[in-house]
């Protein structure tokens, strides 16, 4: 499975951002996370879905201001960014597996990143 992030870029707090990851190759039954790590933090777990989107998981610090969705007949995982804050700066980064959601690192497949930017 190949991944492309994208829809990264500069805003203010309180803006929305919308951002893609493309995916190519065997992405039939896979489920999709997107991560972040921020300036010298580690990377951390923001949201994750399941093949059919019907199941979603987000972390406490983006609930109810992030969601995350995909289309399969694109190909295409989004993760949908509203209220956003400065501490939402970082690089995010798309992954995929197979075998169920996790919050945790263990995809084996990841995207290049696409770095958000939230100034106050």
């Known amino acids: 499975v190949q991944l492309q992030a994208s829809g990264g870029g500069v805003v203010q707090a309180g803006d929305s951002l919308r951002l893609s990851c493309a995916a190519s190759?065997?992405?039939?039954?896979?489920?999709m996370g997107w991560f972040r790590q921020a300036p010298g933090k580690e990377r951390e777990f923001v949201a994750t879905?399941?093949?059919?989107?019907?199941?979603?998981y987000s972390a406490d610090s983006v609930k109810g201001r992030f969601t995350i969705s995909r289309d399969n007949a694109k190909n295409t995982v989004y993760l949908q960014m509203n209220s956003l804050k400065p501490e939402d700066t970082a690089v995010y980064y798309c992954?995929?597996?197979?075998?169920?959601?996790?919050?945790?690192?263990?995809?084996?497949?990841w995207g290049q990143g696409t770095l958000v930017t939230v100034s106050s």
């Open positions: 992954a995929a597996r197979y075998g169920g959601l996790s919050s945790t690192n263990n995809y084996p497949y």
């Open positions: 190759g065997r992405t039939f039954g896979t489920y």
């Open positions: 879905i399941s093949w059919i989107g019907s199941t979603t």
